[in-house]
């Protein structure tokens, strides 16, 4: 279940971000704290559900599936460096 999570800082932007175990390959992906509804489809995002499930799908307000996406997609400073 969700234990496998935890909040801390990014390192770069400094935005409060959630630590996600990715249960597929035991990773820590960082992760924005908002949770999504999202749909799976095969793309264009990637969400982390709360049980560390990494599905690809698209956005939903209508969606069964409550995910969280990657932080190292939306921030800037991120980014920036080209990690
Ligand atoms: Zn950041």
Redesign the pocket.
Known sequence: MACDQYFTK??????Q?LMTMNQQNHTWV?CDPELYRFTPSGGPMTYVTGEGDVIRGHKDRDGKYFGYRS?RR?????QEKGL
């Open positions: 990014c390192r770069y932007c400094g935005h971000i960082p932080h939306s921030c800037i400073k991120w």
